[in-house]
């Protein structure tokens, strides 16, 4: 035995309590991060098989055979109904960002190999709605990433766009099923049918959608291995596999392509390494409550669930259709879509997507605000709000259109933020007023951790005393977000990186 410092019934009633703090994870109110299946006896079927094997390392799958078995399993699932062959193979990751990290890696790996010694920088080639993931697998492997604009109308990509954009250095296509942004169901098989024959890889990121597209009710054009030029996809068991965070399967086609993904090294004086994935030492209780998941529903069981998300994201647009000056953007196919302001309507008709989801938080709602973008062509890409929709919504919502059209109404005809308005007040609040902001603008991402401290508090999204409460965010998100768009890039992000660390300040409350 040990003496333990505190009773353990303390240290939960705790971390219940600061769990209390947290946005809802289940219910339906938060329509974006948390997919709730709306059946707790899945969540308490995930939580005892992820318990059961808490103690295992999923390094190992030759040690912890249990793992092996796991993996094969929830692999073959994904391919089953991801329309692969015997040719098809795959790895169980942490989640979408490392399946698509990964993509790139077994995509570049390939590329090299068949140019051995060459010293260019190979590219990516992917519609400006792709994932941040591959901006963040383009930086970590150092691979370019060319990003193809899509019609600010509709947020799809054009083929031809793409086919110009191909070359003999292009290690990847990249297209999205459905895209995040707008619900964009990319032109899977006409973008394979140009990369096929130039012998070029094409991956499909179904991170959010794969689990919901191929049990979505409504037929849809191919999207995933039924096409052949399709060389791998990722698809996100922690989205609608309703599997806790941490699980996401990579399948590719063809067992050497996919060797490419392994790092192996006996360079060393301890064990041999051999990592399909980028962690050493992983948990397997992820993949265990993917599998267990798997194992009760069949694929019954997820055409039953996806069958509720679909009848809910229905009715939700033709909700938000019905709202006079909003509109949904283009033709989303799966359980999401975003939604912008409908400028054929007088202004005074007008509804800004940022207001109205502020309004539809202030009544226990979270939508998710995203930017507005000018591409390189110079297109815009409007400012838009983001839903995805779960099983759980359907269950409520009387409660949800209500709270929409409730949303709607209160900020009817109330002009969008004016981005460059929001920086001069900031400017304006600095001790060095415009000058600071602009000396700021000019290092960017330069700018050192206590000048951007400084930056943030005087946009009010920073507490006085070194960290905490700038970890709740402000009521109103229009005004950051316009913020967002109008400074430049490169302050943004290092901003967001200095709020995001502040969050996070050591605390010595433990001795
Ligand atoms: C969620 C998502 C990712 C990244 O997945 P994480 O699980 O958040 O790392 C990649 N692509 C798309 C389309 C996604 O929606």
Same mark, same amino acid.
């Given at each position: 035995?040990?003496?333990?410092?505190?009773?353990?019934?303390?240290?939960?009633?705790?971390?219940?309590?600061?769990?209390?703090?947290?946005?809802? +994870?289940?219910?339906?109110?938060?329509?974006?991060?948390?997919?709730?299946?709306?059946?707790? #006896?899945?969540?308490?079927?995930?939580?005892?098989?992820?318990?059961?094997?808490?103690?295992?390392?999923?390094?190992?799958?030759?040690?912890?055979?249990?793992?092996?078995?796991? #993996?094969?399993?929830?692999?073959?699932?994904?391919? +089953?109904?991801?329309?692969?062959?015997?040719?098809?193979?795959?790895?169980?990751?942490?989640?979408?960002?490392?399946?698509?990290? =990964?993509?790139? @890696?077994?995509?570049?790996?390939?590329?090299?190999?068949?140019?051995?010694? +060459?010293?260019?920088?190979?590219?990516?080639?992917?519609?400006?709605?792709?994932?941040?993931?591959?901006?963040?697998?383009?930086?970590?492997?150092?691979?370019? =990433?060319?990003?193809?604009?899509?019609?600010?109308?509709?947020?799809?990509?054009?083929?031809?766009?793409? $086919?110009? /954009?191909?070359?003999?250095?292009?290690?990847?296509?990249?297209?999205?099923?459905?895209?995040?942004?707008? $619900?964009?169901?990319?032109?899977?098989?006409?973008?394979?049918?140009?990369?096929?024959?130039?012998?070029?890889?094409?991956?499909?990121?179904?991170?959010?959608?794969?689990?919901? *597209?191929?049990?979505?009710?409504?037929?849809?054009?191919?999207?995933?291995?039924?096409?052949?030029?399709?060389?791998? =996809?990722?698809?996100?068991?922690?989205?609608?596999?309703?599997?806790? @965070?941490?699980?996401?399967?990579?399948?590719?086609?063809?067992?050497?392509?996919?060797?490419?993904?392994?790092?192996?090294?006996?360079?060393?004086?301890?064990?041999?390494?051999?990592?399909?994935?980028?962690?050493?030492? @992983?948990?397997?209780?992820?993949?265990?409550?993917?599998?267990?998941?798997?194992?009760?529903?069949?694929?019954?069981?997820?055409?039953?669930?996806?069958?509720?998300?679909? /009848?809910a994201t229905t009715a939700l647009r033709s909700c938000v259709e019905h709202i006079e000056g909003l509109r949904v953007i283009g033709a989303p196919a799966g359980p999401l879509f975003a939604v912008a302001t409908d400028d054929s309507v007088p202004v005074e008709r007008r509804v800004d997507p940022h207001h109205w989801a502020d309004a539809a938080r202030a009544s226990g709602w979270h939508l998710q605000l995203q930017?507005?973008?000018?591409?390189?062509?110079?297109?815009?890409?409007?400012?838009?709000?983001?839903?995805?929709? +779960?099983?759980?919504?359907?269950?409520?919502?009387?409660?949800?259109?209500? $709270?929409?059209?409730?949303?709607?109404? /209160?900020?009817?005809?109330?002009?969008?933020?004016?981005?460059?308005?929001?920086?001069?007040?900031?400017?304006?609040?600095?001790?060095?007023?415009?000058?600071?902001?602009?000396?700021?603008?000019?290092?960017?991402?330069?700018?050192?951790?206590?000048?951007?401290? $400084?930056?943030?508090?005087?946009?009010?999204?920073?507490?006085?005393?070194?960290?905490?409460?700038?970890?709740?965010?402000?009521?109103?998100?229009?005004?950051?977000?316009?913020?967002?768009?109008?400074?430049?890039?490169? *302050?943004?992000?290092?901003?967001?990186?200095?709020?995001?660390?502040?969050?996070?300040?050591?605390?010595?409350?433990?001795?």
């Amino acid at each position: 035995m040990i003496d333990l410092r505190r009773e353990a019934s303390d240290i939960l009633s705790d971390l219940e309590a600061l769990r209390a703090g947290d946005a809802p +994870t289940h219910g339906g109110r938060v329509l974006s991060y948390v997919y709730d299946s709306g059946v707790p #006896e899945l969540d308490d079927l995930a939580a005892a098989a992820a318990r059961l094997v808490q103690p295992v390392n999923g390094l190992d799958p030759t040690t912890f055979t249990s793992v092996a078995a796991l #993996e094969a399993g929830v692999v073959g699932f994904a391919r +089953t109904v991801f329309g692969g062959d015997d040719d098809v193979v795959g790895s169980v990751t942490s989640g979408g960002t490392e399946s698509c990290l =990964l993509a790139v @890696k077994s995509a570049r790996d390939a590329w090299r190999s068949a140019r051995l010694g +060459t010293p260019r920088v190979p590219r990516i080639v992917a519609p400006v709605t792709v994932h941040a993931a591959f901006h963040k697998a383009a930086h970590y492997l150092g691979l370019e =990433l060319d990003l193809v604009p899509v019609d600010p109308a509709t947020g799809a990509p054009a083929v031809a766009a793409i $086919a110009e /954009r191909l070359g003999d250095d292009v290690a990847l296509v990249v297209v999205s099923a459905p895209s995040y942004p707008f $619900a964009s169901l990319d032109p899977v098989a006409d973008v394979a049918a140009i990369t096929a024959v130039r012998g070029i890889a094409l991956h499909v990121d179904a991170c959010i959608g794969g689990f919901a *597209l191929a049990f979505w009710p409504d037929r849809l054009p191919a999207w995933d291995f039924s096409v052949p030029g399709v060389m791998s =996809l990722s698809a996100d068991l922690h989205k609608y596999g309703y599997a806790p @965070k941490g699980v996401s399967v990579l399948l590719t086609r063809g067992r050497d392509r996919q060797r490419h993904q392994y790092f192996a090294t006996t360079a060393w004086p301890g064990y041999p390494v051999v990592n399909p994935t980028m962690t050493g030492s @992983k948990p397997a209780g992820p993949l265990a409550a993917a599998w267990a998941i798997i194992e009760a529903l069949g694929e019954p069981g997820f055409a039953e669930l996806t069958g509720r998300a679909a /009848r809910a994201t229905t009715a939700l647009r033709s909700c938000v259709e019905h709202i006079e000056g909003l509109r949904v953007i283009g033709a989303p196919a799966g359980p999401l879509f975003a939604v912008a302001t409908d400028d054929s309507v007088p202004v005074e008709r007008r509804v800004d997507p940022h207001h109205w989801a502020d309004a539809a938080r202030a009544s226990g709602w979270h939508l998710q605000l995203q930017p507005g973008l000018v591409q390189a062509d110079g297109g815009r890409l409007p400012h838009t709000t983001h839903l995805t929709v +779960t099983p759980v919504t359907e269950a409520v919502l009387p409660e949800l259109t209500a $709270a929409l059209d409730d949303a709607a109404e /209160r900020v009817r005809g109330v002009p969008p933020v004016d981005g460059s308005a929001v920086a001069a007040g900031l400017a304006a609040a600095l001790p060095g007023g415009a000058g600071a902001l602009e000396a700021a603008a000019a290092v960017g991402g330069g700018l050192d951790s206590d000048n951007a401290a $400084a930056l943030l508090r005087a946009a009010g999204l920073l507490g006085d005393a070194g960290a905490p409460d700038g970890g709740a965010l402000p009521a109103q998100l229009a005004p950051v977000l316009a913020l967002v768009e109008a400074l430049p890039g490169a *302050l943004t992000e290092r901003l967001l990186i200095e709020l995001l660390a502040r969050v996070v300040e050591p605390q010595s409350s433990i001795e």
